[in-house]
Structures are given as structure tokens and as C-alpha cells.
């Protein structure tokens, strides 16, 4: 009977809730996607008629800020009215939601909004701002009549998790403050609720302290080294001249983080240590090690060796100066947590210093690892006294970690918050692989010079924090996730943005949305109205999601091409005649099959209109393209594809090994060729310590047993650790051999050199075509 029962509900629920998914698809979009939205009929529309019911003063101001938006753009200013129900838009509080939830019904008549605390009617006003026209977000009248309507729909929802986070990182980049407080803007329309501020690091201090003014007088300002990306910049000289930069003042700050919590944003204040502290080291060098003898200045990048300088543990001084710090900060902050880094601490410095190693011993601490745990244990307690929860990164799990402390995790996929966790710690999910928004948002070819590899929207939206193998008690000590905007490569403003969005919606779609609601398709509809949104406000945002990742493989000799974008709602159209590809251009629908050279040009469209940038494609062909590279190594395929790799190392076409000490790969010209020339793509990133071999040998066979050589190329020093970002072919004359086997070996270049910017680091090699002619 009880099985019957269940099976009759079952069925009776079932089809209400494929019709809600439905409409909501088919209609209403909005993002974050909410728990559930039902569609209703018609519209409601605002006017200088319409009047904002509230029940008291917290909700009347976070009302009056919406008002705003009509009184700036919509030339018209709603009524407010505080203590009564009586009104067409009224907010009503039910104690049985839970904090941050809110029920949302709107009619053709009314707007009536639910909520247990003044951060539910909040965001139930966040969901209202984005149902409006976008011209809502417009600093001054719009004009004309504009339809300042929103759809009839009916809203519940609440937030996965409580923290909502974003990294913004103002010391690698000084971030206006008129900046700043637009990206705040943009957060809250998605949601988010913590601001995480990196004020300081070896690129810059940014906040005013009073007690030690040199910080902002001397470490908030670099040399320019602008010219050249982050990574390859060298240190300043004594003496130079240190124009860029900036800082923010006491009451910038102040006027921040009350703008913040008008939008229900907490601001969470990071001061770095003991690492990533050469902006203070350069204003009070008297903190660092006394075995550093070297000019300590604001690194404008890596730092290379200067990098590990770090506030020595050894000197009761250091803490005085910290706690300073502290005790100011904790007066411009209401939040109540603080970050105090704890992240990649050179040691080296330490184990040479008397300082260091006397606290070592007083203290019985094992090694230099141990006295970072002191360090920061020291620090922390000292936050704690000051009722602050204390952060840290995930490093502090290399030691004894603080009582109480919060773990963020961020390394590869921040498997080491585990390690807290497994001790009773709360955590933070940030990690590096899928939540640094630094990393490229799309394909390559297009986008402007950052590190390492791609993490796309749709990378972003795909990220599960919780695994199926954690314990059922980790679930509970995770307190959210956060993206990390750091700006190494940013020089302007508008860099912060195109990096910034439209990843931080698919960050906020999974820190509120719950797994079963999101879907892609629905997110991408109402990430596009989101967009207009910030579009409206002046915000650049990367159209990356519409361009085109190639990937050219072979079969047999004959090369595939298969072109694919993360937006399924496009679609894509090619021309082979070298004439610009138009939505009349030939539909792609499966992979090219090209047998010869060509050149592909292709690009997105969406209702006969381009929306990404054109993809020029050029496959080259010579006797060794599309033969096979022999081995299980999938990286070295792209040796014979046809394609040349930018000057993105990280572009999908270069070939590359864990070890570059020695390299070596044999193709299969698949029969005996007269070969006159071998020619092999190398490319130059200084900045990334990736260089051409100390020497390339080159060897023939008949059948793949033995090999003679055909001839060796040999680069001295100089010749392989050229500053720049650049492709260069080596070539090699074999002088007509015959042979079907071609290896190929090379040695590698060594460790950088002292006078490199990353002295002493194995440096790599890279390839990409070989060529054979």
C-alpha cells in the first residue's frame, strides 16, 4: 500500500516539475539559477507611481538604493514608505526562511518578496534587477519611454553555501578605487558575499597605516617595467625611478567597505606573511634576515631570487611592526575574519640566519617548516586577540596549524584543505587548476599574454567542489569557494575586467546554485543578460566564450580538423578559399578532412550575426606532416600536424616533456624518402624559463633499429638565454640521405643562469613542427 502511495505522488509531481523546468528555459533565465521559478503571465511595470512597502529601517535603505536606479536612469523616482504592507511593492518577513533566502512573487499588480533577514530582500532585489531592462544600470537618464517592466514569475531560493567569494588583487595592480567599487557592484548582482582584498605582496603595499607611513610612501611604488610581461621583468636598480603604483588612504577604504556592505558584501582584508613581503621589506629593510645583503626593492615581477626574501622569524621587531599592522586593519575592517597569507615562504634566508636559527632553538622547533608554524601561530593568536577569525593558505597544513585557523585552499585542485579538515579545521575551496581567473579564458591564439593553461567559462561552470570519496564530516567544515582574480598581467583597469568577467558569474553559479539546477544551456541565457547588465555599467567583458579551439590530428596521412566552441547555441561556418567565413559560408558539422595545404578560416554565428573573432588557420604540409610520431605520448602528436604553434607555449601545439634534460621522439615517414632538409620549430618565453636544447642530433634508419646520424646542431649560453618571446626554426642540411625513420634528440639547456630572472631553475624545451623536406 505504502509503495503504491509513493508511486501515485510520484507521478502526480513529476510533470508540474518538467513544466517548470520548461518554461523556465524556454522563458525566464536568471544567474545564479535559483532553487525554483515558475513563469506566470504578463508583466509588471514600474512608474513614479509605484510604492515600495517596507516593514522597517534595515529594509528601507537596502529599498532606497534600488529606488536609486529608476531616479538615475529611468528619470522617475518610486515612493517609499516604512511601516506598513500597504503598497505594490512590499517586503514581508517569514521567519521560516533561512538567512540569505527569499520568496519572490510577481504579478501584473504587485511584487511581493519574502525574506527572514535584510540579505534576502537584498537579493530578491538583485533577482528584480536583472529581470529589468538593462539600461536600469545607467548613470544618468536613458531618455525616451523605455518599458521598465519585469516578467511575472514566481521565485524560491536560497544559496548553496555561505561564503561567496572573490580574490581581488590590488597589490600586483593598484586597482582604482572607482573600480573597485564596480566589480563590487557587478558581485552583488551575482550574489557573492565576500570580498577577499590582497592588499600587499612583493609588487606593492596598498593600504595607508599611519604608524608606518613608508609603507605607502616607498612600497607603493615600482619601476615601470610595463614593456614586458610580468614574468620577464628584472628588479629595480637602487636609485631608480619608482612611478607606478599606487594606494588606497584610511578613509578610501573606509568608503569601500561600506559600499560593500550596503550590497551585503563582506570584506575580508589580506596582509601577507611571511612571504611576499618585499613591498614592506623595501620600506623598513631592517625586518628582513640580516644575512640579506642585496638591495631590497618593489619587485615589478617574479623577483627571481629576491622573491625568497622574507620578514625574518628571528627578530622580535618583525612581530612589533606586524602587529601594528594588524591593530590598525582591524579598525578599518568590520569583517569579522582577517587572511594572513602563510603561502610559498622561501626558507633559504632563514636557514642561514643567526636570528632565525637561535628562535629555532629556543623555541625546540625542528626545522625551517616548523618555525613558519611559530611564525604564524605568533600572528594568529594575535588576530584572535583582536576577535578576528583568522585565513590562511593551504601552506600552513606544512606544519602545526593555529587553532582555529581557516584553510583556503588553492594548490592544483586544493587537495590540502583536506589535510585541516581531517583535524577538525573549516575550509575554503579556491583552487588553482579551475578557480584562477588569471589563467586564459579561451583559446589562445586570441587572447592577450598570461600563464600557464586555459581555464574557460565553461571550465568554471563545470567545477564540483564536493567529491564523491571526501568523508561525510568534510562536507560540513567547507564553508563555500571563491575565484581568485590575481593581476600579474594586468596594466589597466580594463585588464581586471576582461579577465574578471563573465567567469565570475559561472564562480557564483556554483557557489549559490544547488548541482541539480544547473544546467549550461539555461546558465548561458541568463549569463547574456547578465552581461548586458555590466555592459550598461561600462565593464568590458571577454567575448572569448565564442571563439574557436582547433585541434588537428592524423589518420594515415590525411589531416582531421575539428573545430569546436563552448557555446552550443552558436554555430560555426568556414571557408577554405581564404574569403572571411559569413553565416552563408558552409555550416560546420564534423571534422575537416584536409589532404594537402590549406588555410581554414572560420568564426561563430548566432541568428546570421558573427560573434566571435575569425580563426585563420594555415595547415602547412612537407614529408613529415601527418605521419605518425611514434610512442604513446599524446603531447608529441602535434610534432606532425600541420599547424605552428603561437607564441603561447601553452596553445595546445607545442610539444613538451616533464624532463628536459634529454628529449627524444622517431617519426614514420612510412616509406624511404630522399630527405634534404630537417627544419624543427622552437620557441623562446624567458620570462617561463623555456629555451631552445643545448644541442639537437639527428638520426636516420630504414627500420627503426639502426640509426645513423645525419648531422648534430649545438647553441652555446648566449645563443640558448635570450631575453624575449619568440619562434625559431633550426635547421639542419642531411645532404639527400635516404632513410623512413628520422629521431630526433636533444639536449637540455641546464638550470637558468645567475643573471637570468629565474636563476638556477631547470629551464624547458619546446617543439613544434618538424619539417622535412
Same mark, same amino acid.
Given at each position: 500500500?505504502?509503495?503504491?502511495?509513493?508511486?501515485?505522488i510520484?507521478l502526480?509531481?513529476t510533470?508540474?516539475?518538467?513544466?517548470?523546468?520548461?518554461?523556465?528555459?524556454?522563458n525566464i533565465?536568471?544567474?545564479?539559477?535559483?532553487v525554483q521559478i515558475?513563469?506566470?503571465?504578463?508583466?509588471?511595470?514600474?512608474?513614479?507611481k509605484?510604492?515600495?512597502?517596507?516593514?522597517n529601517?534595515g529594509?528601507?535603505e537596502?529599498a532606497?538604493n534600488?529606488i536609486?536606479?529608476f531616479t538615475r536612469?529611468?528619470?522617475?523616482?518610486?515612493?517609499l514608505?516604512?511601516g506598513t504592507?500597504d503598497? $505594490?511593492?512590499?517586503?514581508?518577513t517569514?521567519?521560516?526562511l533561512?538567512?540569505e &533566502?527569499?520568496?519572490? $512573487?510577481i504579478?501584473?499588480?504587485?511584487?511581493?518578496?519574502?525574506a527572514?533577514d535584510?540579505?534576502g530582500?537584498?537579493?530578491?532585489?538583485?533577482?528584480v534587477?536583472l529581470?529589468?531592462p538593462p539600461?536600469?544600470?545607467?548613470?544618468?537618464?536613458?531618455?525616451g519611454?523605455p518599458?521598465?517592466s519585469?516578467?511575472?514569475v514566481r521565485?524560491?531560493?536560497e544559496?548553496?553555501f555561505g561564503?561567496?567569494?572573490?580574490?581581488?588583487?590590488a597589490a600586483r595592480?593598484?586597482?582604482?578605487?572607482?573600480?573597485?567599487l564596480r566589480?563590487?557592484d557587478c558581485?552583488?548582482?551575482l550574489?557573492?558575499?565576500?570580498?577577499h582584498?590582497h592588499l600587499?605582496?612583493d609588487?606593492?603595499?596598498?593600504?595607508e597605516?599611519k604608524?608606518?607611513p613608508?609603507?605607502?610612501?616607498?612600497?607603493a611604488?615600482r619601476v $615601470?617595467r610595463?614593456d614586458?610581461?610580468?614574468?620577464?621583468r628584472?628588479?629595480?636598480e637602487?636609485g631608480?625611478?619608482?612611478?607606478?603604483?599606487?594606494?588606497y588612504?584610511?578613509?578610501d577604504?573606509?568608503?569601500?567597505?561600506?559600499y560593500a556592505?550596503?550590497r551585503q558584501?563582506?570584506v575580508?582584508?589580506?596582509i601577507?606573511m611571511?612571504?611576499?613581503s618585499n613591498?614592506?621589506?623595501?620600506s623598513?629593510?631592517?625586518?628582513?634576515?640580516?644575512?640579506?645583503?642585496n638591495f631590497?626593492?618593489?619587485?615589478p615581477?617574479?623577483g627571481g631570487?629576491?622573491?625568497g626574501?622574507?620578514?625574518?622569524?628571528g627578530n622580535?621587531?618583525v612581530?612589533?611592526f606586524?602587529q601594528?599592522v594588524i591593530d590598525e586593519?582591524?579598525?578599518?575592517?568590520?569583517?569579522?575574519y582577517?587572511?594572513?597569507g602563510? $603561502?610559498?615562504?622561501?626558507?633559504r634566508n632563514w636557514?642561514k640566519?643567526?636570528?632565525?636559527?637561535a628562535?629555532?632553538?629556543?623555541e625546540?622547533?625542528?626545522?625551517?617548516?616548523?618555525?613558519?608554524?611559530?611564525?604564524m601561530?605568533?600572528m594568529?593568536?594575535? &588576530?584572535?586577540?583582536k576577535?578576528k577569525e583568522v585565513i590562511?593558505?593551504d601552506?600552513l597544513?606544512?606544519?602545526?596549524i593555529p587553532e582555529?585557523?581557516i584553510i583556503?585552499?588553492?594548490?592544483?585542485? &586544493?587537495?590540502a584543505?583536506?589535510?585541516?579538515?581531517e583535524?577538525g579545521?573549516?575550509f575554503?575551496?579556491?583552487?588553482?587548476r579551475?578557480?584562477y581567473l588569471i589563467?586564459?579564458?579561451g583559446?589562445?591564439?586570441?587572447?592577450?599574454v598570461?600563464?600557464?593553461?586555459?581555464?574557460?567559462?565553461k571550465n568554471?561552470?563545470d567545477?564540483?567542489p564536493?567529491q564523491?570519496d571526501?568523508?561525510p564530516?568534510?562536507?560540513?567544515?567547507l564553508m563555500?569557494?571563491q575565484?581568485?582574480m590575481w593581476t600579474?598581467?594586468?596594466?589597466?583597469?580594463?585588464d581586471?575586467?576582461?579577465l574578471?568577467?563573465?567567469r565570475?558569474?559561472?564562480?557564483a553559479?556554483?557557489?549559490?546554485?544547488k548541482?541539480?539546477?544547473?544546467?549550461?544551456?539555461r546558465?548561458?541565457?541568463?549569463l547574456?543578460?547578465?552581461n548586458?547588465h555590466i555592459a550598461?555599467?561600462?565593464?568590458?567583458y571577454s567575448?572569448?566564450m565564442?571563439n574557436i579551439q582547433?585541434?588537428?590530428t592524423?589518420e594515415n596521412?590525411?589531416l582531421?580538423?575539428?573545430?569546436?566552441?563552448i557555446?552550443p547555441?552558436?554555430e560555426i561556418h568556414?571557408?577554405?578559399?581564404?574569403?572571411?567565413?559569413?553565416?552563408?559560408?558552409?555550416?560546420?558539422?564534423k571534422?575537416?578532412?584536409?589532404d594537402g595545404?590549406?588555410?581554414?578560416?572560420?568564426?561563430?554565428?548566432?541568428g546570421?550575426?558573427?560573434?566571435?573573432?575569425t580563426?585563420?588557420?594555415?595547415l602547412?604540409r612537407?614529408k613529415?606532416t601527418?605521419?605518425?610520431?611514434?610512442?604513446?605520448?599524446?603531447?608529441e602528436?602535434?610534432?606532425?600536424?600541420?599547424?605552428?604553434g603561437?607564441?603561447?607555449?601553452?596553445?595546445?601545439?607545442?610539444?613538451?616533456?616533464?624532463?628536459s634534460?634529454?628529449v627524444?621522439?622517431t617519426v614514420?615517414?612510412?616509406k624511404?624518402?630522399?630527405?634534404?632538409?630537417f627544419?624543427?620549430g622552437?620557441?623562446?618565453?624567458?620570462g617561463?624559463?623555456?629555451h631552445?636544447p643545448?644541442s639537437?642530433?639527428?638520426?636516420?634508419?630504414?627500420d627503426?633499429r639502426?640509426?645513423r646520424?645525419?648531422g648534430?646542431?649545438?647553441?652555446?649560453p *648566449?645563443?640558448?638565454?635570450?631575453?624575449?618571446n619568440f619562434?625559431e626554426?633550426?635547421?639542419?642540411?642531411?645532404?639527400?640521405?635516404?632513410?623512413?625513420?628520422?629521431?630526433?634528440?636533444?639536449?637540455?639547456?641546464g638550470?637558468?643562469?645567475d643573471?637570468?630572472?629565474?636563476?638556477g631553475? *631547470?629551464?624547458?624545451?619546446?617543439?613544434?613542427e618538424?619539417?622535412?623536406?
Amino acid at each position: 500500500m505504502k509503495h503504491t502511495l509513493s508511486i501515485i505522488i510520484a507521478l502526480l509531481f513529476t510533470p508540474i516539475l518538467t513544466v517548470q523546468a520548461d518554461n523556465l528555459t524556454r522563458n525566464i533565465s536568471i544567474v545564479p539559477t535559483p532553487v525554483q521559478i515558475v513563469p506566470g503571465e504578463g508583466n509588471y511595470r514600474f512608474s513614479d507611481k509605484t510604492v515600495f512597502a517596507v516593514e522597517n529601517a534595515g529594509q528601507a535603505e537596502i529599498a532606497r538604493n534600488f529606488i536609486a536606479f529608476f531616479t538615475r536612469s529611468a528619470g522617475f523616482t518610486p515612493l517609499l514608505k516604512e511601516g506598513t504592507s500597504d503598497g $505594490d511593492v512590499c517586503f514581508v518577513t517569514d521567519r521560516n526562511l533561512k538567512s540569505e &533566502a527569499y520568496q519572490l $512573487d510577481i504579478t501584473p499588480n504587485r511584487i511581493v518578496m519574502k525574506a527572514s533577514d535584510v540579505k534576502g530582500f537584498f537579493y530578491a532585489l538583485q533577482t528584480v534587477r536583472l529581470l529589468l531592462p538593462p539600461s536600469i544600470e545607467n548613470a544618468r537618464n536613458v531618455g525616451g519611454n523605455p518599458d521598465w517592466s519585469v516578467p511575472s514569475v514566481r521565485i524560491s531560493d536560497e544559496p548553496r553555501f555561505g561564503y561567496r567569494g572573490l580574490l581581488l588583487d590590488a597589490a600586483r595592480f593598484f586597482i582604482p578605487k572607482e573600480n573597485v567599487l564596480r566589480i563590487i557592484d557587478c558581485m552583488a548582482m551575482l550574489k557573492l558575499n565576500t570580498l577577499h582584498f590582497h592588499l600587499c605582496d612583493d609588487n606593492g603595499w596598498r593600504l595607508e597605516i599611519k604608524k608606518h607611513p613608508r609603507l605607502t610612501e616607498t612600497g607603493a611604488w615600482r619601476v $615601470d617595467r610595463t614593456d614586458v610581461p610580468f614574468h620577464s621583468r628584472r628588479n629595480p636598480e637602487p636609485g631608480e625611478s619608482t612611478p607606478l603604483g599606487g594606494f588606497y588612504t584610511q578613509e578610501d577604504m573606509k568608503e569601500m567597505v561600506a559600499y560593500a556592505a550596503e550590497r551585503q558584501i563582506e570584506v575580508i582584508p589580506e596582509i601577507e606573511m611571511p612571504a611576499h613581503s618585499n613591498a614592506a621589506l623595501a620600506s623598513y629593510p631592517e625586518l628582513a634576515c640580516p644575512v640579506v645583503k642585496n638591495f631590497i626593492g618593489v619587485l615589478p615581477g617574479l623577483g627571481g631570487a629576491n622573491a625568497g626574501i622574507t620578514y625574518c622569524a628571528g627578530n622580535d621587531s618583525v612581530f612589533t611592526f606586524l602587529q601594528d599592522v594588524i591593530d590598525e586593519v582591524v579598525e578599518l575592517f568590520p569583517s569579522r575574519y582577517i587572511h594572513l597569507g602563510g $603561502d610559498e615562504a622561501n626558507k633559504r634566508n632563514w636557514k642561514k640566519c643567526p636570528l632565525c636559527q637561535a628562535r629555532m632553538k629556543k623555541e625546540h622547533l625542528a626545522d625551517e617548516e616548523d618555525l613558519q608554524g611559530y611564525f604564524m601561530k605568533r600572528m594568529c593568536e594575535y &588576530a584572535q586577540s583582536k576577535g578576528k577569525e583568522v585565513i590562511g593558505w593551504d601552506e600552513l597544513t606544512n606544519a602545526a596549524i593555529p587553532e582555529g585557523t581557516i584553510i583556503l585552499g588553492w594548490q592544483g585542485m &586544493a587537495t590540502a584543505a583536506l589535510k585541516a579538515a581531517e583535524l577538525g579545521h573549516r575550509f575554503i575551496m579556491t583552487p588553482a587548476r579551475v578557480m584562477y581567473l588569471i589563467r586564459y579564458q579561451g583559446p589562445q591564439w586570441f587572447e592577450p599574454v598570461t600563464y600557464f593553461g586555459n581555464i574557460t567559462l565553461k571550465n568554471v561552470f563545470d567545477y564540483e567542489p564536493i567529491q564523491e570519496d571526501w568523508k561525510p564530516e568534510y562536507k560540513s567544515l567547507l564553508m563555500g569557494v571563491q575565484g581568485c582574480m590575481w593581476t600579474e598581467f594586468c596594466n589597466k583597469p580594463e585588464d581586471v575586467d576582461y579577465l574578471l568577467f563573465p567567469r565570475l558569474a559561472a564562480v557564483a553559479e556554483g557557489a549559490w546554485a544547488k548541482p541539480e539546477v544547473k544546467d549550461w544551456n539555461r546558465f548561458l541565457k541568463g549569463l547574456d543578460g547578465y552581461n548586458r547588465h555590466i555592459a550598461a555599467k561600462g565593464v568590458r567583458y571577454s567575448r572569448s566564450m565564442y571563439n574557436i579551439q582547433h585541434t588537428v590530428t592524423s589518420e594515415n596521412g590525411v589531416l582531421q580538423v575539428e573545430l569546436e566552441c563552448i557555446r552550443p547555441d552558436v554555430e560555426i561556418h568556414y571557408t577554405l578559399d581564404t574569403s572571411e567565413p559569413s553565416a552563408k559560408s558552409p555550416h560546420y558539422t564534423k571534422k575537416l578532412i584536409v589532404d594537402g595545404a590549406q588555410t581554414i578560416k572560420c568564426a561563430t554565428f548566432e541568428g546570421g550575426k558573427q560573434m566571435g573573432k575569425t580563426l585563420i588557420l594555415p595547415l602547412v604540409r612537407n614529408k613529415a606532416t601527418g605521419k605518425p610520431v611514434l610512442g604513446d605520448n599524446k603531447n608529441e602528436k602535434v610534432l606532425t600536424n600541420g599547424v605552428r604553434g603561437s607564441l603561447k607555449q601553452t596553445d595546445f601545439e607545442w610539444a613538451s616533456w616533464e624532463k628536459s634534460d634529454r628529449v627524444t621522439f622517431t617519426v614514420d615517414l612510412q616509406k624511404k624518402e630522399i630527405l634534404n632538409t630537417f627544419t624543427l620549430g622552437c620557441i623562446t618565453n624567458y620570462g617561463m624559463a623555456i629555451h631552445k636544447p643545448a644541442s639537437i642530433k639527428v638520426e636516420v634508419s630504414d627500420d627503426n633499429r639502426k640509426f645513423r646520424t645525419a648531422g648534430t646542431l649545438s647553441f652555446t649560453p *648566449e645563443e640558448i638565454f635570450r631575453e624575449g618571446n619568440f619562434v625559431e626554426d633550426v635547421s639542419l642540411k642531411m645532404g639527400g640521405i635516404q632513410g623512413r625513420y628520422i629521431r630526433v634528440t636533444a639536449q637540455g639547456p641546464g638550470v637558468c643562469p645567475d643573471s637570468h630572472v629565474r636563476p638556477g631553475q *631547470e629551464s624547458r624545451v619546446m617543439f613544434d613542427e618538424m619539417i622535412i623536406e
